[in-house]
């Protein structure tokens, strides 16, 4: 049964690692097969991309591998709301390919919009290499 994003928001913040893998793939699942749009697909995956940072642990590498293959799919510079919350996701879940474009694509184009620039440019600066470990800076507090 597909769950509305009302439902992904009332989730308890902390779920665990077996939960999250299985409602990363109900929703790529629900997206892959046209049952939710572009918007609430990336609402939820933020929702879960929250409670997945809470683990303090990578979610499934193959998870993460759709994930990030469909982040690249959907990768615009011309959406404000779409960029942000791309690259909340790419940044959170370590997802190396999805990233790589988005450092590509603002080389590759001249016309993005100052704001979506600007964001796209701190992100790249505050991540540095340490794409594949969104926890980096934090094991100290483990």
Known sequence: MMMNLEEYRKFPEFLSVNELASLFRDV??????????????????????????????????????????????????????????ILSIVVNLGLKKCFQKIKDSISQRQDIDKAILQEIQETINEVGENILNPYHGLENFK
Request: proline letters at 0%; a negative charge; one cysteine or more.
């Open 28 to 85: 790529l699942n629900d997206f892959s097969s046209n049952k939710i749009d572009k918007n609430v697909f990336l609402q939820i995956l933020s929702q879960l991309m929250d409670r997945q940072v809470l683990t303090y642990e990578l979610l499934h590498a193959d998870i993460r591998a759709n994930v990030d293959g469909v982040l690249c799919d959907l990768w615009n510079t011309e959406s404000y709301d779409d960029v942000d919350i």
